[in-house]
């Protein structure tokens, strides 16, 4: 079953988040994934939301999701996506 990666990005830096975003891709097609959303926060259409951008990363199952993340190539950049910005991952199987 397909699995997604949900990241929410709260940019520091924006010229740093432009070099991760080019260093994470790579990684994230060596383990089949395949970034299916990019998107800027608009507003809270109900409740109370942090502005913030989002990320879906589509891949073939749970495990590349979790071999991507705790790879060594994806590992040495993470001091850059630090940097760059305040993210979080979420990892859900894919539903159909």
């Not at 990666?5 to 010229?15: D, F, L, W």
């Not at 991760?20 to 970034?35: H, I, K, L, M, R």
Request: charged fraction near 20%; hydrophobic fraction near 50%.
């Amino acid at each position: 079953m397909a699995a997604l990666v949900i990241v929410e990005v709260r940019p520091r830096a924006a010229e740093k988040l432009a070099d991760y975003s080019a260093a994470a891709a790579p990684t994230v097609a060596a383990f089949g994934g395949e970034f299916i959303h990019r998107g800027k926060f608009v507003s809270s259409l109900a409740g109370s939301g942090t502005p913030h951008g989002l990320g879906i990363i589509r891949f073939p199952d749970v495990d590349a999701a979790k071999n991507w993340f705790a790879s060594p190539e994806y590992q040495a950049i993470v001091p850059l996506r630090e940097e760059a910005a305040e993210m979080t991952f979420q990892l859900y199987e894919a539903a159909g």
